[in-house]
C-alpha cells in the first residue's frame, strides 16, 4: 500500500508540475499580449470577472473536497455500494448548486458596472463579457463535473492534469489568435466556456472507461448524510477564507483604485500565484496519499511523515519566497516597462504574504486528509470578516499596501495558529507549542538566508536580461547552500532525502 502510494504521488505530481508549467506559460503569454496590443484595462477586466465569479462559486467550495474525503475509506477497503451512493449524491448536489449559482449570476447583471471605477474599454458590454464568465463557471455543474472526484479519490491526479494540459493548449492558442489576428475581446472570452465543455467531455470519457461499474445509484443513510453535511459546511466556511482573501483584493481595488491599479496588483500576483501553484501539485498529490495513509497507519506514523514533510515544504517555500524577492523588479520591468512596477514596498510585502501563506500549506493537507473542516468552522468566518473589514477600512488611505497588510495581518495572527491548534487538539492530539516553535525557528532560517541572498544580489550592477539570469544563478545556489547547512543534520532532512531519492529511482 505505501509503493502504490508513493507511486501515485510521484506520478501525480510529474503530470500535475507540466500540466501547471503550461497553465502558468500560456496566460503569461497571453496577458503580456492584451497588455502591450490591447491595453492594461483589458487584463483588468479579465481579473475582476474571475473574482467576481469565485465569490459566486462558494456554493460549490465544500462538496467537492468533502466528497473525495469521504471515499478514501470506502476505495481502501472495496466497499463499491458506498462509493456508488456518494457518486449519486455529488452529482444531485452538482447540479442543485449549478442551477443556485446561475440564479444569483444572472440577479448581480444589474449591479455589475458598480464594480468598476473610471474608464471601461471602448465598445465594451460589462454584462455581457460577465454572462460569458458565468457561463464558464457553471457549465460544469451540468456537464459531468462531479466525474473528476473519481479520478481524484482514486489518486489518479495525473489524467486530470493531463486533460486540462489538452483543453488547456487550444485555449491559449486559439485566444492568441483573437489578440492577435481577429482582436476581438468578446471571441478571446467565448474560448473560456467552450474549452471547459471540452474537458469535461475528455474527463467523462475517461472516467465511464477506467471505473464502469461505478454508477450514480443508491442512497446514504441519514447518519452518513449528516456527517457528509457536517463535513461540507466547514469545508465551506475554510474555502471562503481563501476567496475572501483572493477575490476580495481585485474587487476592492477596482472599485476604490480602478482596473490599471487591478492589472497592476495581478501581475504582480499572477507571478506570485503562479510559484504557489507549483508548490500546491506537490501538496496536492499526496492529499490522497496521506488521506489513505491515515485511514491506515499509526497517528505516531502520520506525525513523523507530517514533520518531514514540513521541513521538505518550508526549504522549497523559502527558496520561492527568496527568488520573488531578488527577482520581482527586474522581471516586471522586463516584462511590461517601468510604468507597471510597483514600489518595493509593493515586493516586500508580496514576499511576506506568500511565505505567510505558505507556512500553513502543510497543515492544511493533513486538516484536508482527515477531515477536520466542522471543527475548524469558526477561524475561517473570523478571519474573512476581520479581512474584508480591515481592507475596506484601510484601502482609502494607504491603498495597496493597506489590503497587503491587512491579509498578511488576519493570516499570520488568525489563519495560522488556530487553524494549526485544531489539528494538533483534534487528531495528533498533543500540544502545538512544538509546531509553533518550528515555524518561528523556520521563518528566522528563511529571513536569514534571504537577507544573505538579498545582499548579494545588489551587488550586481547591471540591468534587464543579463541581471536576472545572474540574479537567477545566485538564487539558485545561495538559498539552497544555506538551506542545507541548516538543515543536514536534522532527522527530518535524512527521512526527506531517502524519500526524495526513492520518488526519483522510479
Same mark, same amino acid.
Given at each position: ?105 444572472? %440577479?448581480?447583471?444589474?449591479? /455589475? ?87 469535461? %467531455? ?159 500549506? %502543510? ?30 477600512? /484601510? ?112
Amino acid at each position: 500500500m505505501t509503493e502504490s502510494r508513493a507511486k501515485h504521488a510521484f506520478s501525480n505530481m510529474l503530470w500535475g508540475i507540466i500540466n501547471k508549467i503550461i497553465s502558468i506559460v500560456g496566460p503569461f503569454l497571453i496577458r503580456s499580449l492584451m497588455i502591450k496590443k490591447m491595453g492594461g484595462d483589458y487584463a483588468g477586466l479579465s481579473s475582476l470577472f474571475t473574482s467576481i465569479l469565485q465569490v459566486l462559486n462558494l456554493a460549490e467550495l465544500g462538496i467537492s473536497s468533502a466528497i473525495v474525503f469521504s471515499m478514501y475509506e470506502p476505495i481502501a477497503y472495496d466497499d463499491n455500494d458506498k462509493i456508488c451512493a456518494l457518486y449519486n449524491f455529488y452529482k444531485k448536489a452538482y447540479w442543485i448548486i449549478g442551477t443556485i449559482i446561475l440564479t444569483i449570476g444572472i %440577479i448581480l447583471i444589474p449591479f /455589475v458596472p458598480k464594480f468598476v471605477t473610471g474608464n471601461i474599454p471602448n465598445g465594451i458590454n460589462l454584462s455581457i463579457l460577465y454572462l460569458i464568465y458565468l457561463v464558464n463557471t457553471v457549465i460544469s455543474y451540468f456537464m459531468f463535473g462531479y466525474k473528476e472526484s473519481l479520478l481524484t479519490a482514486y489518486q489518479h491526479s495525473d489524467i486530470v492534469s493531463n486533460i486540462l494540459t489538452v483543453s488547456n493548449i487550444l485555449l491559449y492558442v486559439m485566444q492568441t489568435f483573437f489578440i492577435l489576428v481577429i482582436p476581438d475581446y468578446y471571441l478571446y472570452s467565448i474560448m473560456l466556456p467552450l474549452s471547459t465543455v471540452l474537458a469535461n %467531455i475528455l474527463k467523462s470519457i475517461v472516467v465511464d472507461k477506467l471505473y464502469p461499474t461505478i454508477k450514480c445509484v443508491g442512497k446514504l443513510s441519514k447518519s452518513e448524510r449528516e456527517e457528509l453535511y457536517k463535513k461540507i459546511i466547514g469545508l465551506m466556511l475554510y474555502k471562503i477564507s481563501q476567496v475572501f482573501r483572493n477575490s476580495f483584493d481585485s474587487i476592492i481595488l477596482s472599485m476604490f483604485l480602478g482596473l490599471l491599479a487591478v492589472t497592476k496588483y495581478q501581475n504582480y500576483y499572477y507571478i506570485m500565484n503562479a510559484l504557489a501553484a507549483v508548490l500546491a501539485i506537490l501538496s496536492n498529490s499526496i492529499v490522497a496519499g496521506i488521506g489513505n495513509s491515515i485511514a491506515t497507519e499509526t497517528v505516531n506514523k502520520n506525525r513523523c511523515d507530517f514533520n518531514t514533510f514540513y521541513i521538505l515544504y518550508n526549504w522549497l517555500s523559502g527558496w520561492c519566497t527568496i527568488c520573488l524577492l531578488c527577482l520581482y523588479q527586474d522581471f516586471i520591468k522586463l516584462w511590461l516597462g517601468e510604468k507597471y512596477v510597483l514600489s518595493n514596498t509593493i515586493v516586500y510585502l508580496c514576499c511576506i504574504y506568500f511565505y505567510s501563506m505558505r507556512v500553513g500549506d %502543510i497543515a492544511a493537507v493533513y486538516r484536508q486528509a482527515v477531515g477536520l473542516w466542522w471543527e475548524d468552522k469558526l477561524r475561517p468566518i473570523i478571519e474573512s470578516v476581520t479581512n474584508l473589514v480591515m481592507n475596506i477600512l /484601510v484601502v482609502k488611505y494607504f491603498g495597496m499596501a493597506g489590503v497587503l497588510v491587512s491579509t498578511i495581518i488576519t493570516v499570520i495572527f488568525i489563519n495560522i495558529p488556530w487553524a494549526s491548534y485544531i489539528l494538533f487538539k483534534v487528531y495528533f492530539k498533543t500540544s502545538v507549542m512544538e509546531y509553533y516553535i518550528n515555524i518561528i525557528w523556520n521563518t528566522f532560517v528563511v529571513l536569514f538566508v534571504a537577507i544573505i541572498t538579498t545582499l548579494i544580489c545588489n551587488f550586481i550592477s547591471y540591468e534587464g536580461t543579463l541581471a536576472i539570469m545572474l540574479k537567477m544563478i545566485i538564487c539558485l545556489v545561495v538559498p539552497n547552500v544555506l538551506f542545507f547547512s541548516c538543515y543536514v543534520k536534522s532527522p527530518e532532512f535524512e527521512t526527506g532525502k531517502k524519500l526524495i531519492i526513492k520518488m526519483l529511482k522510479r
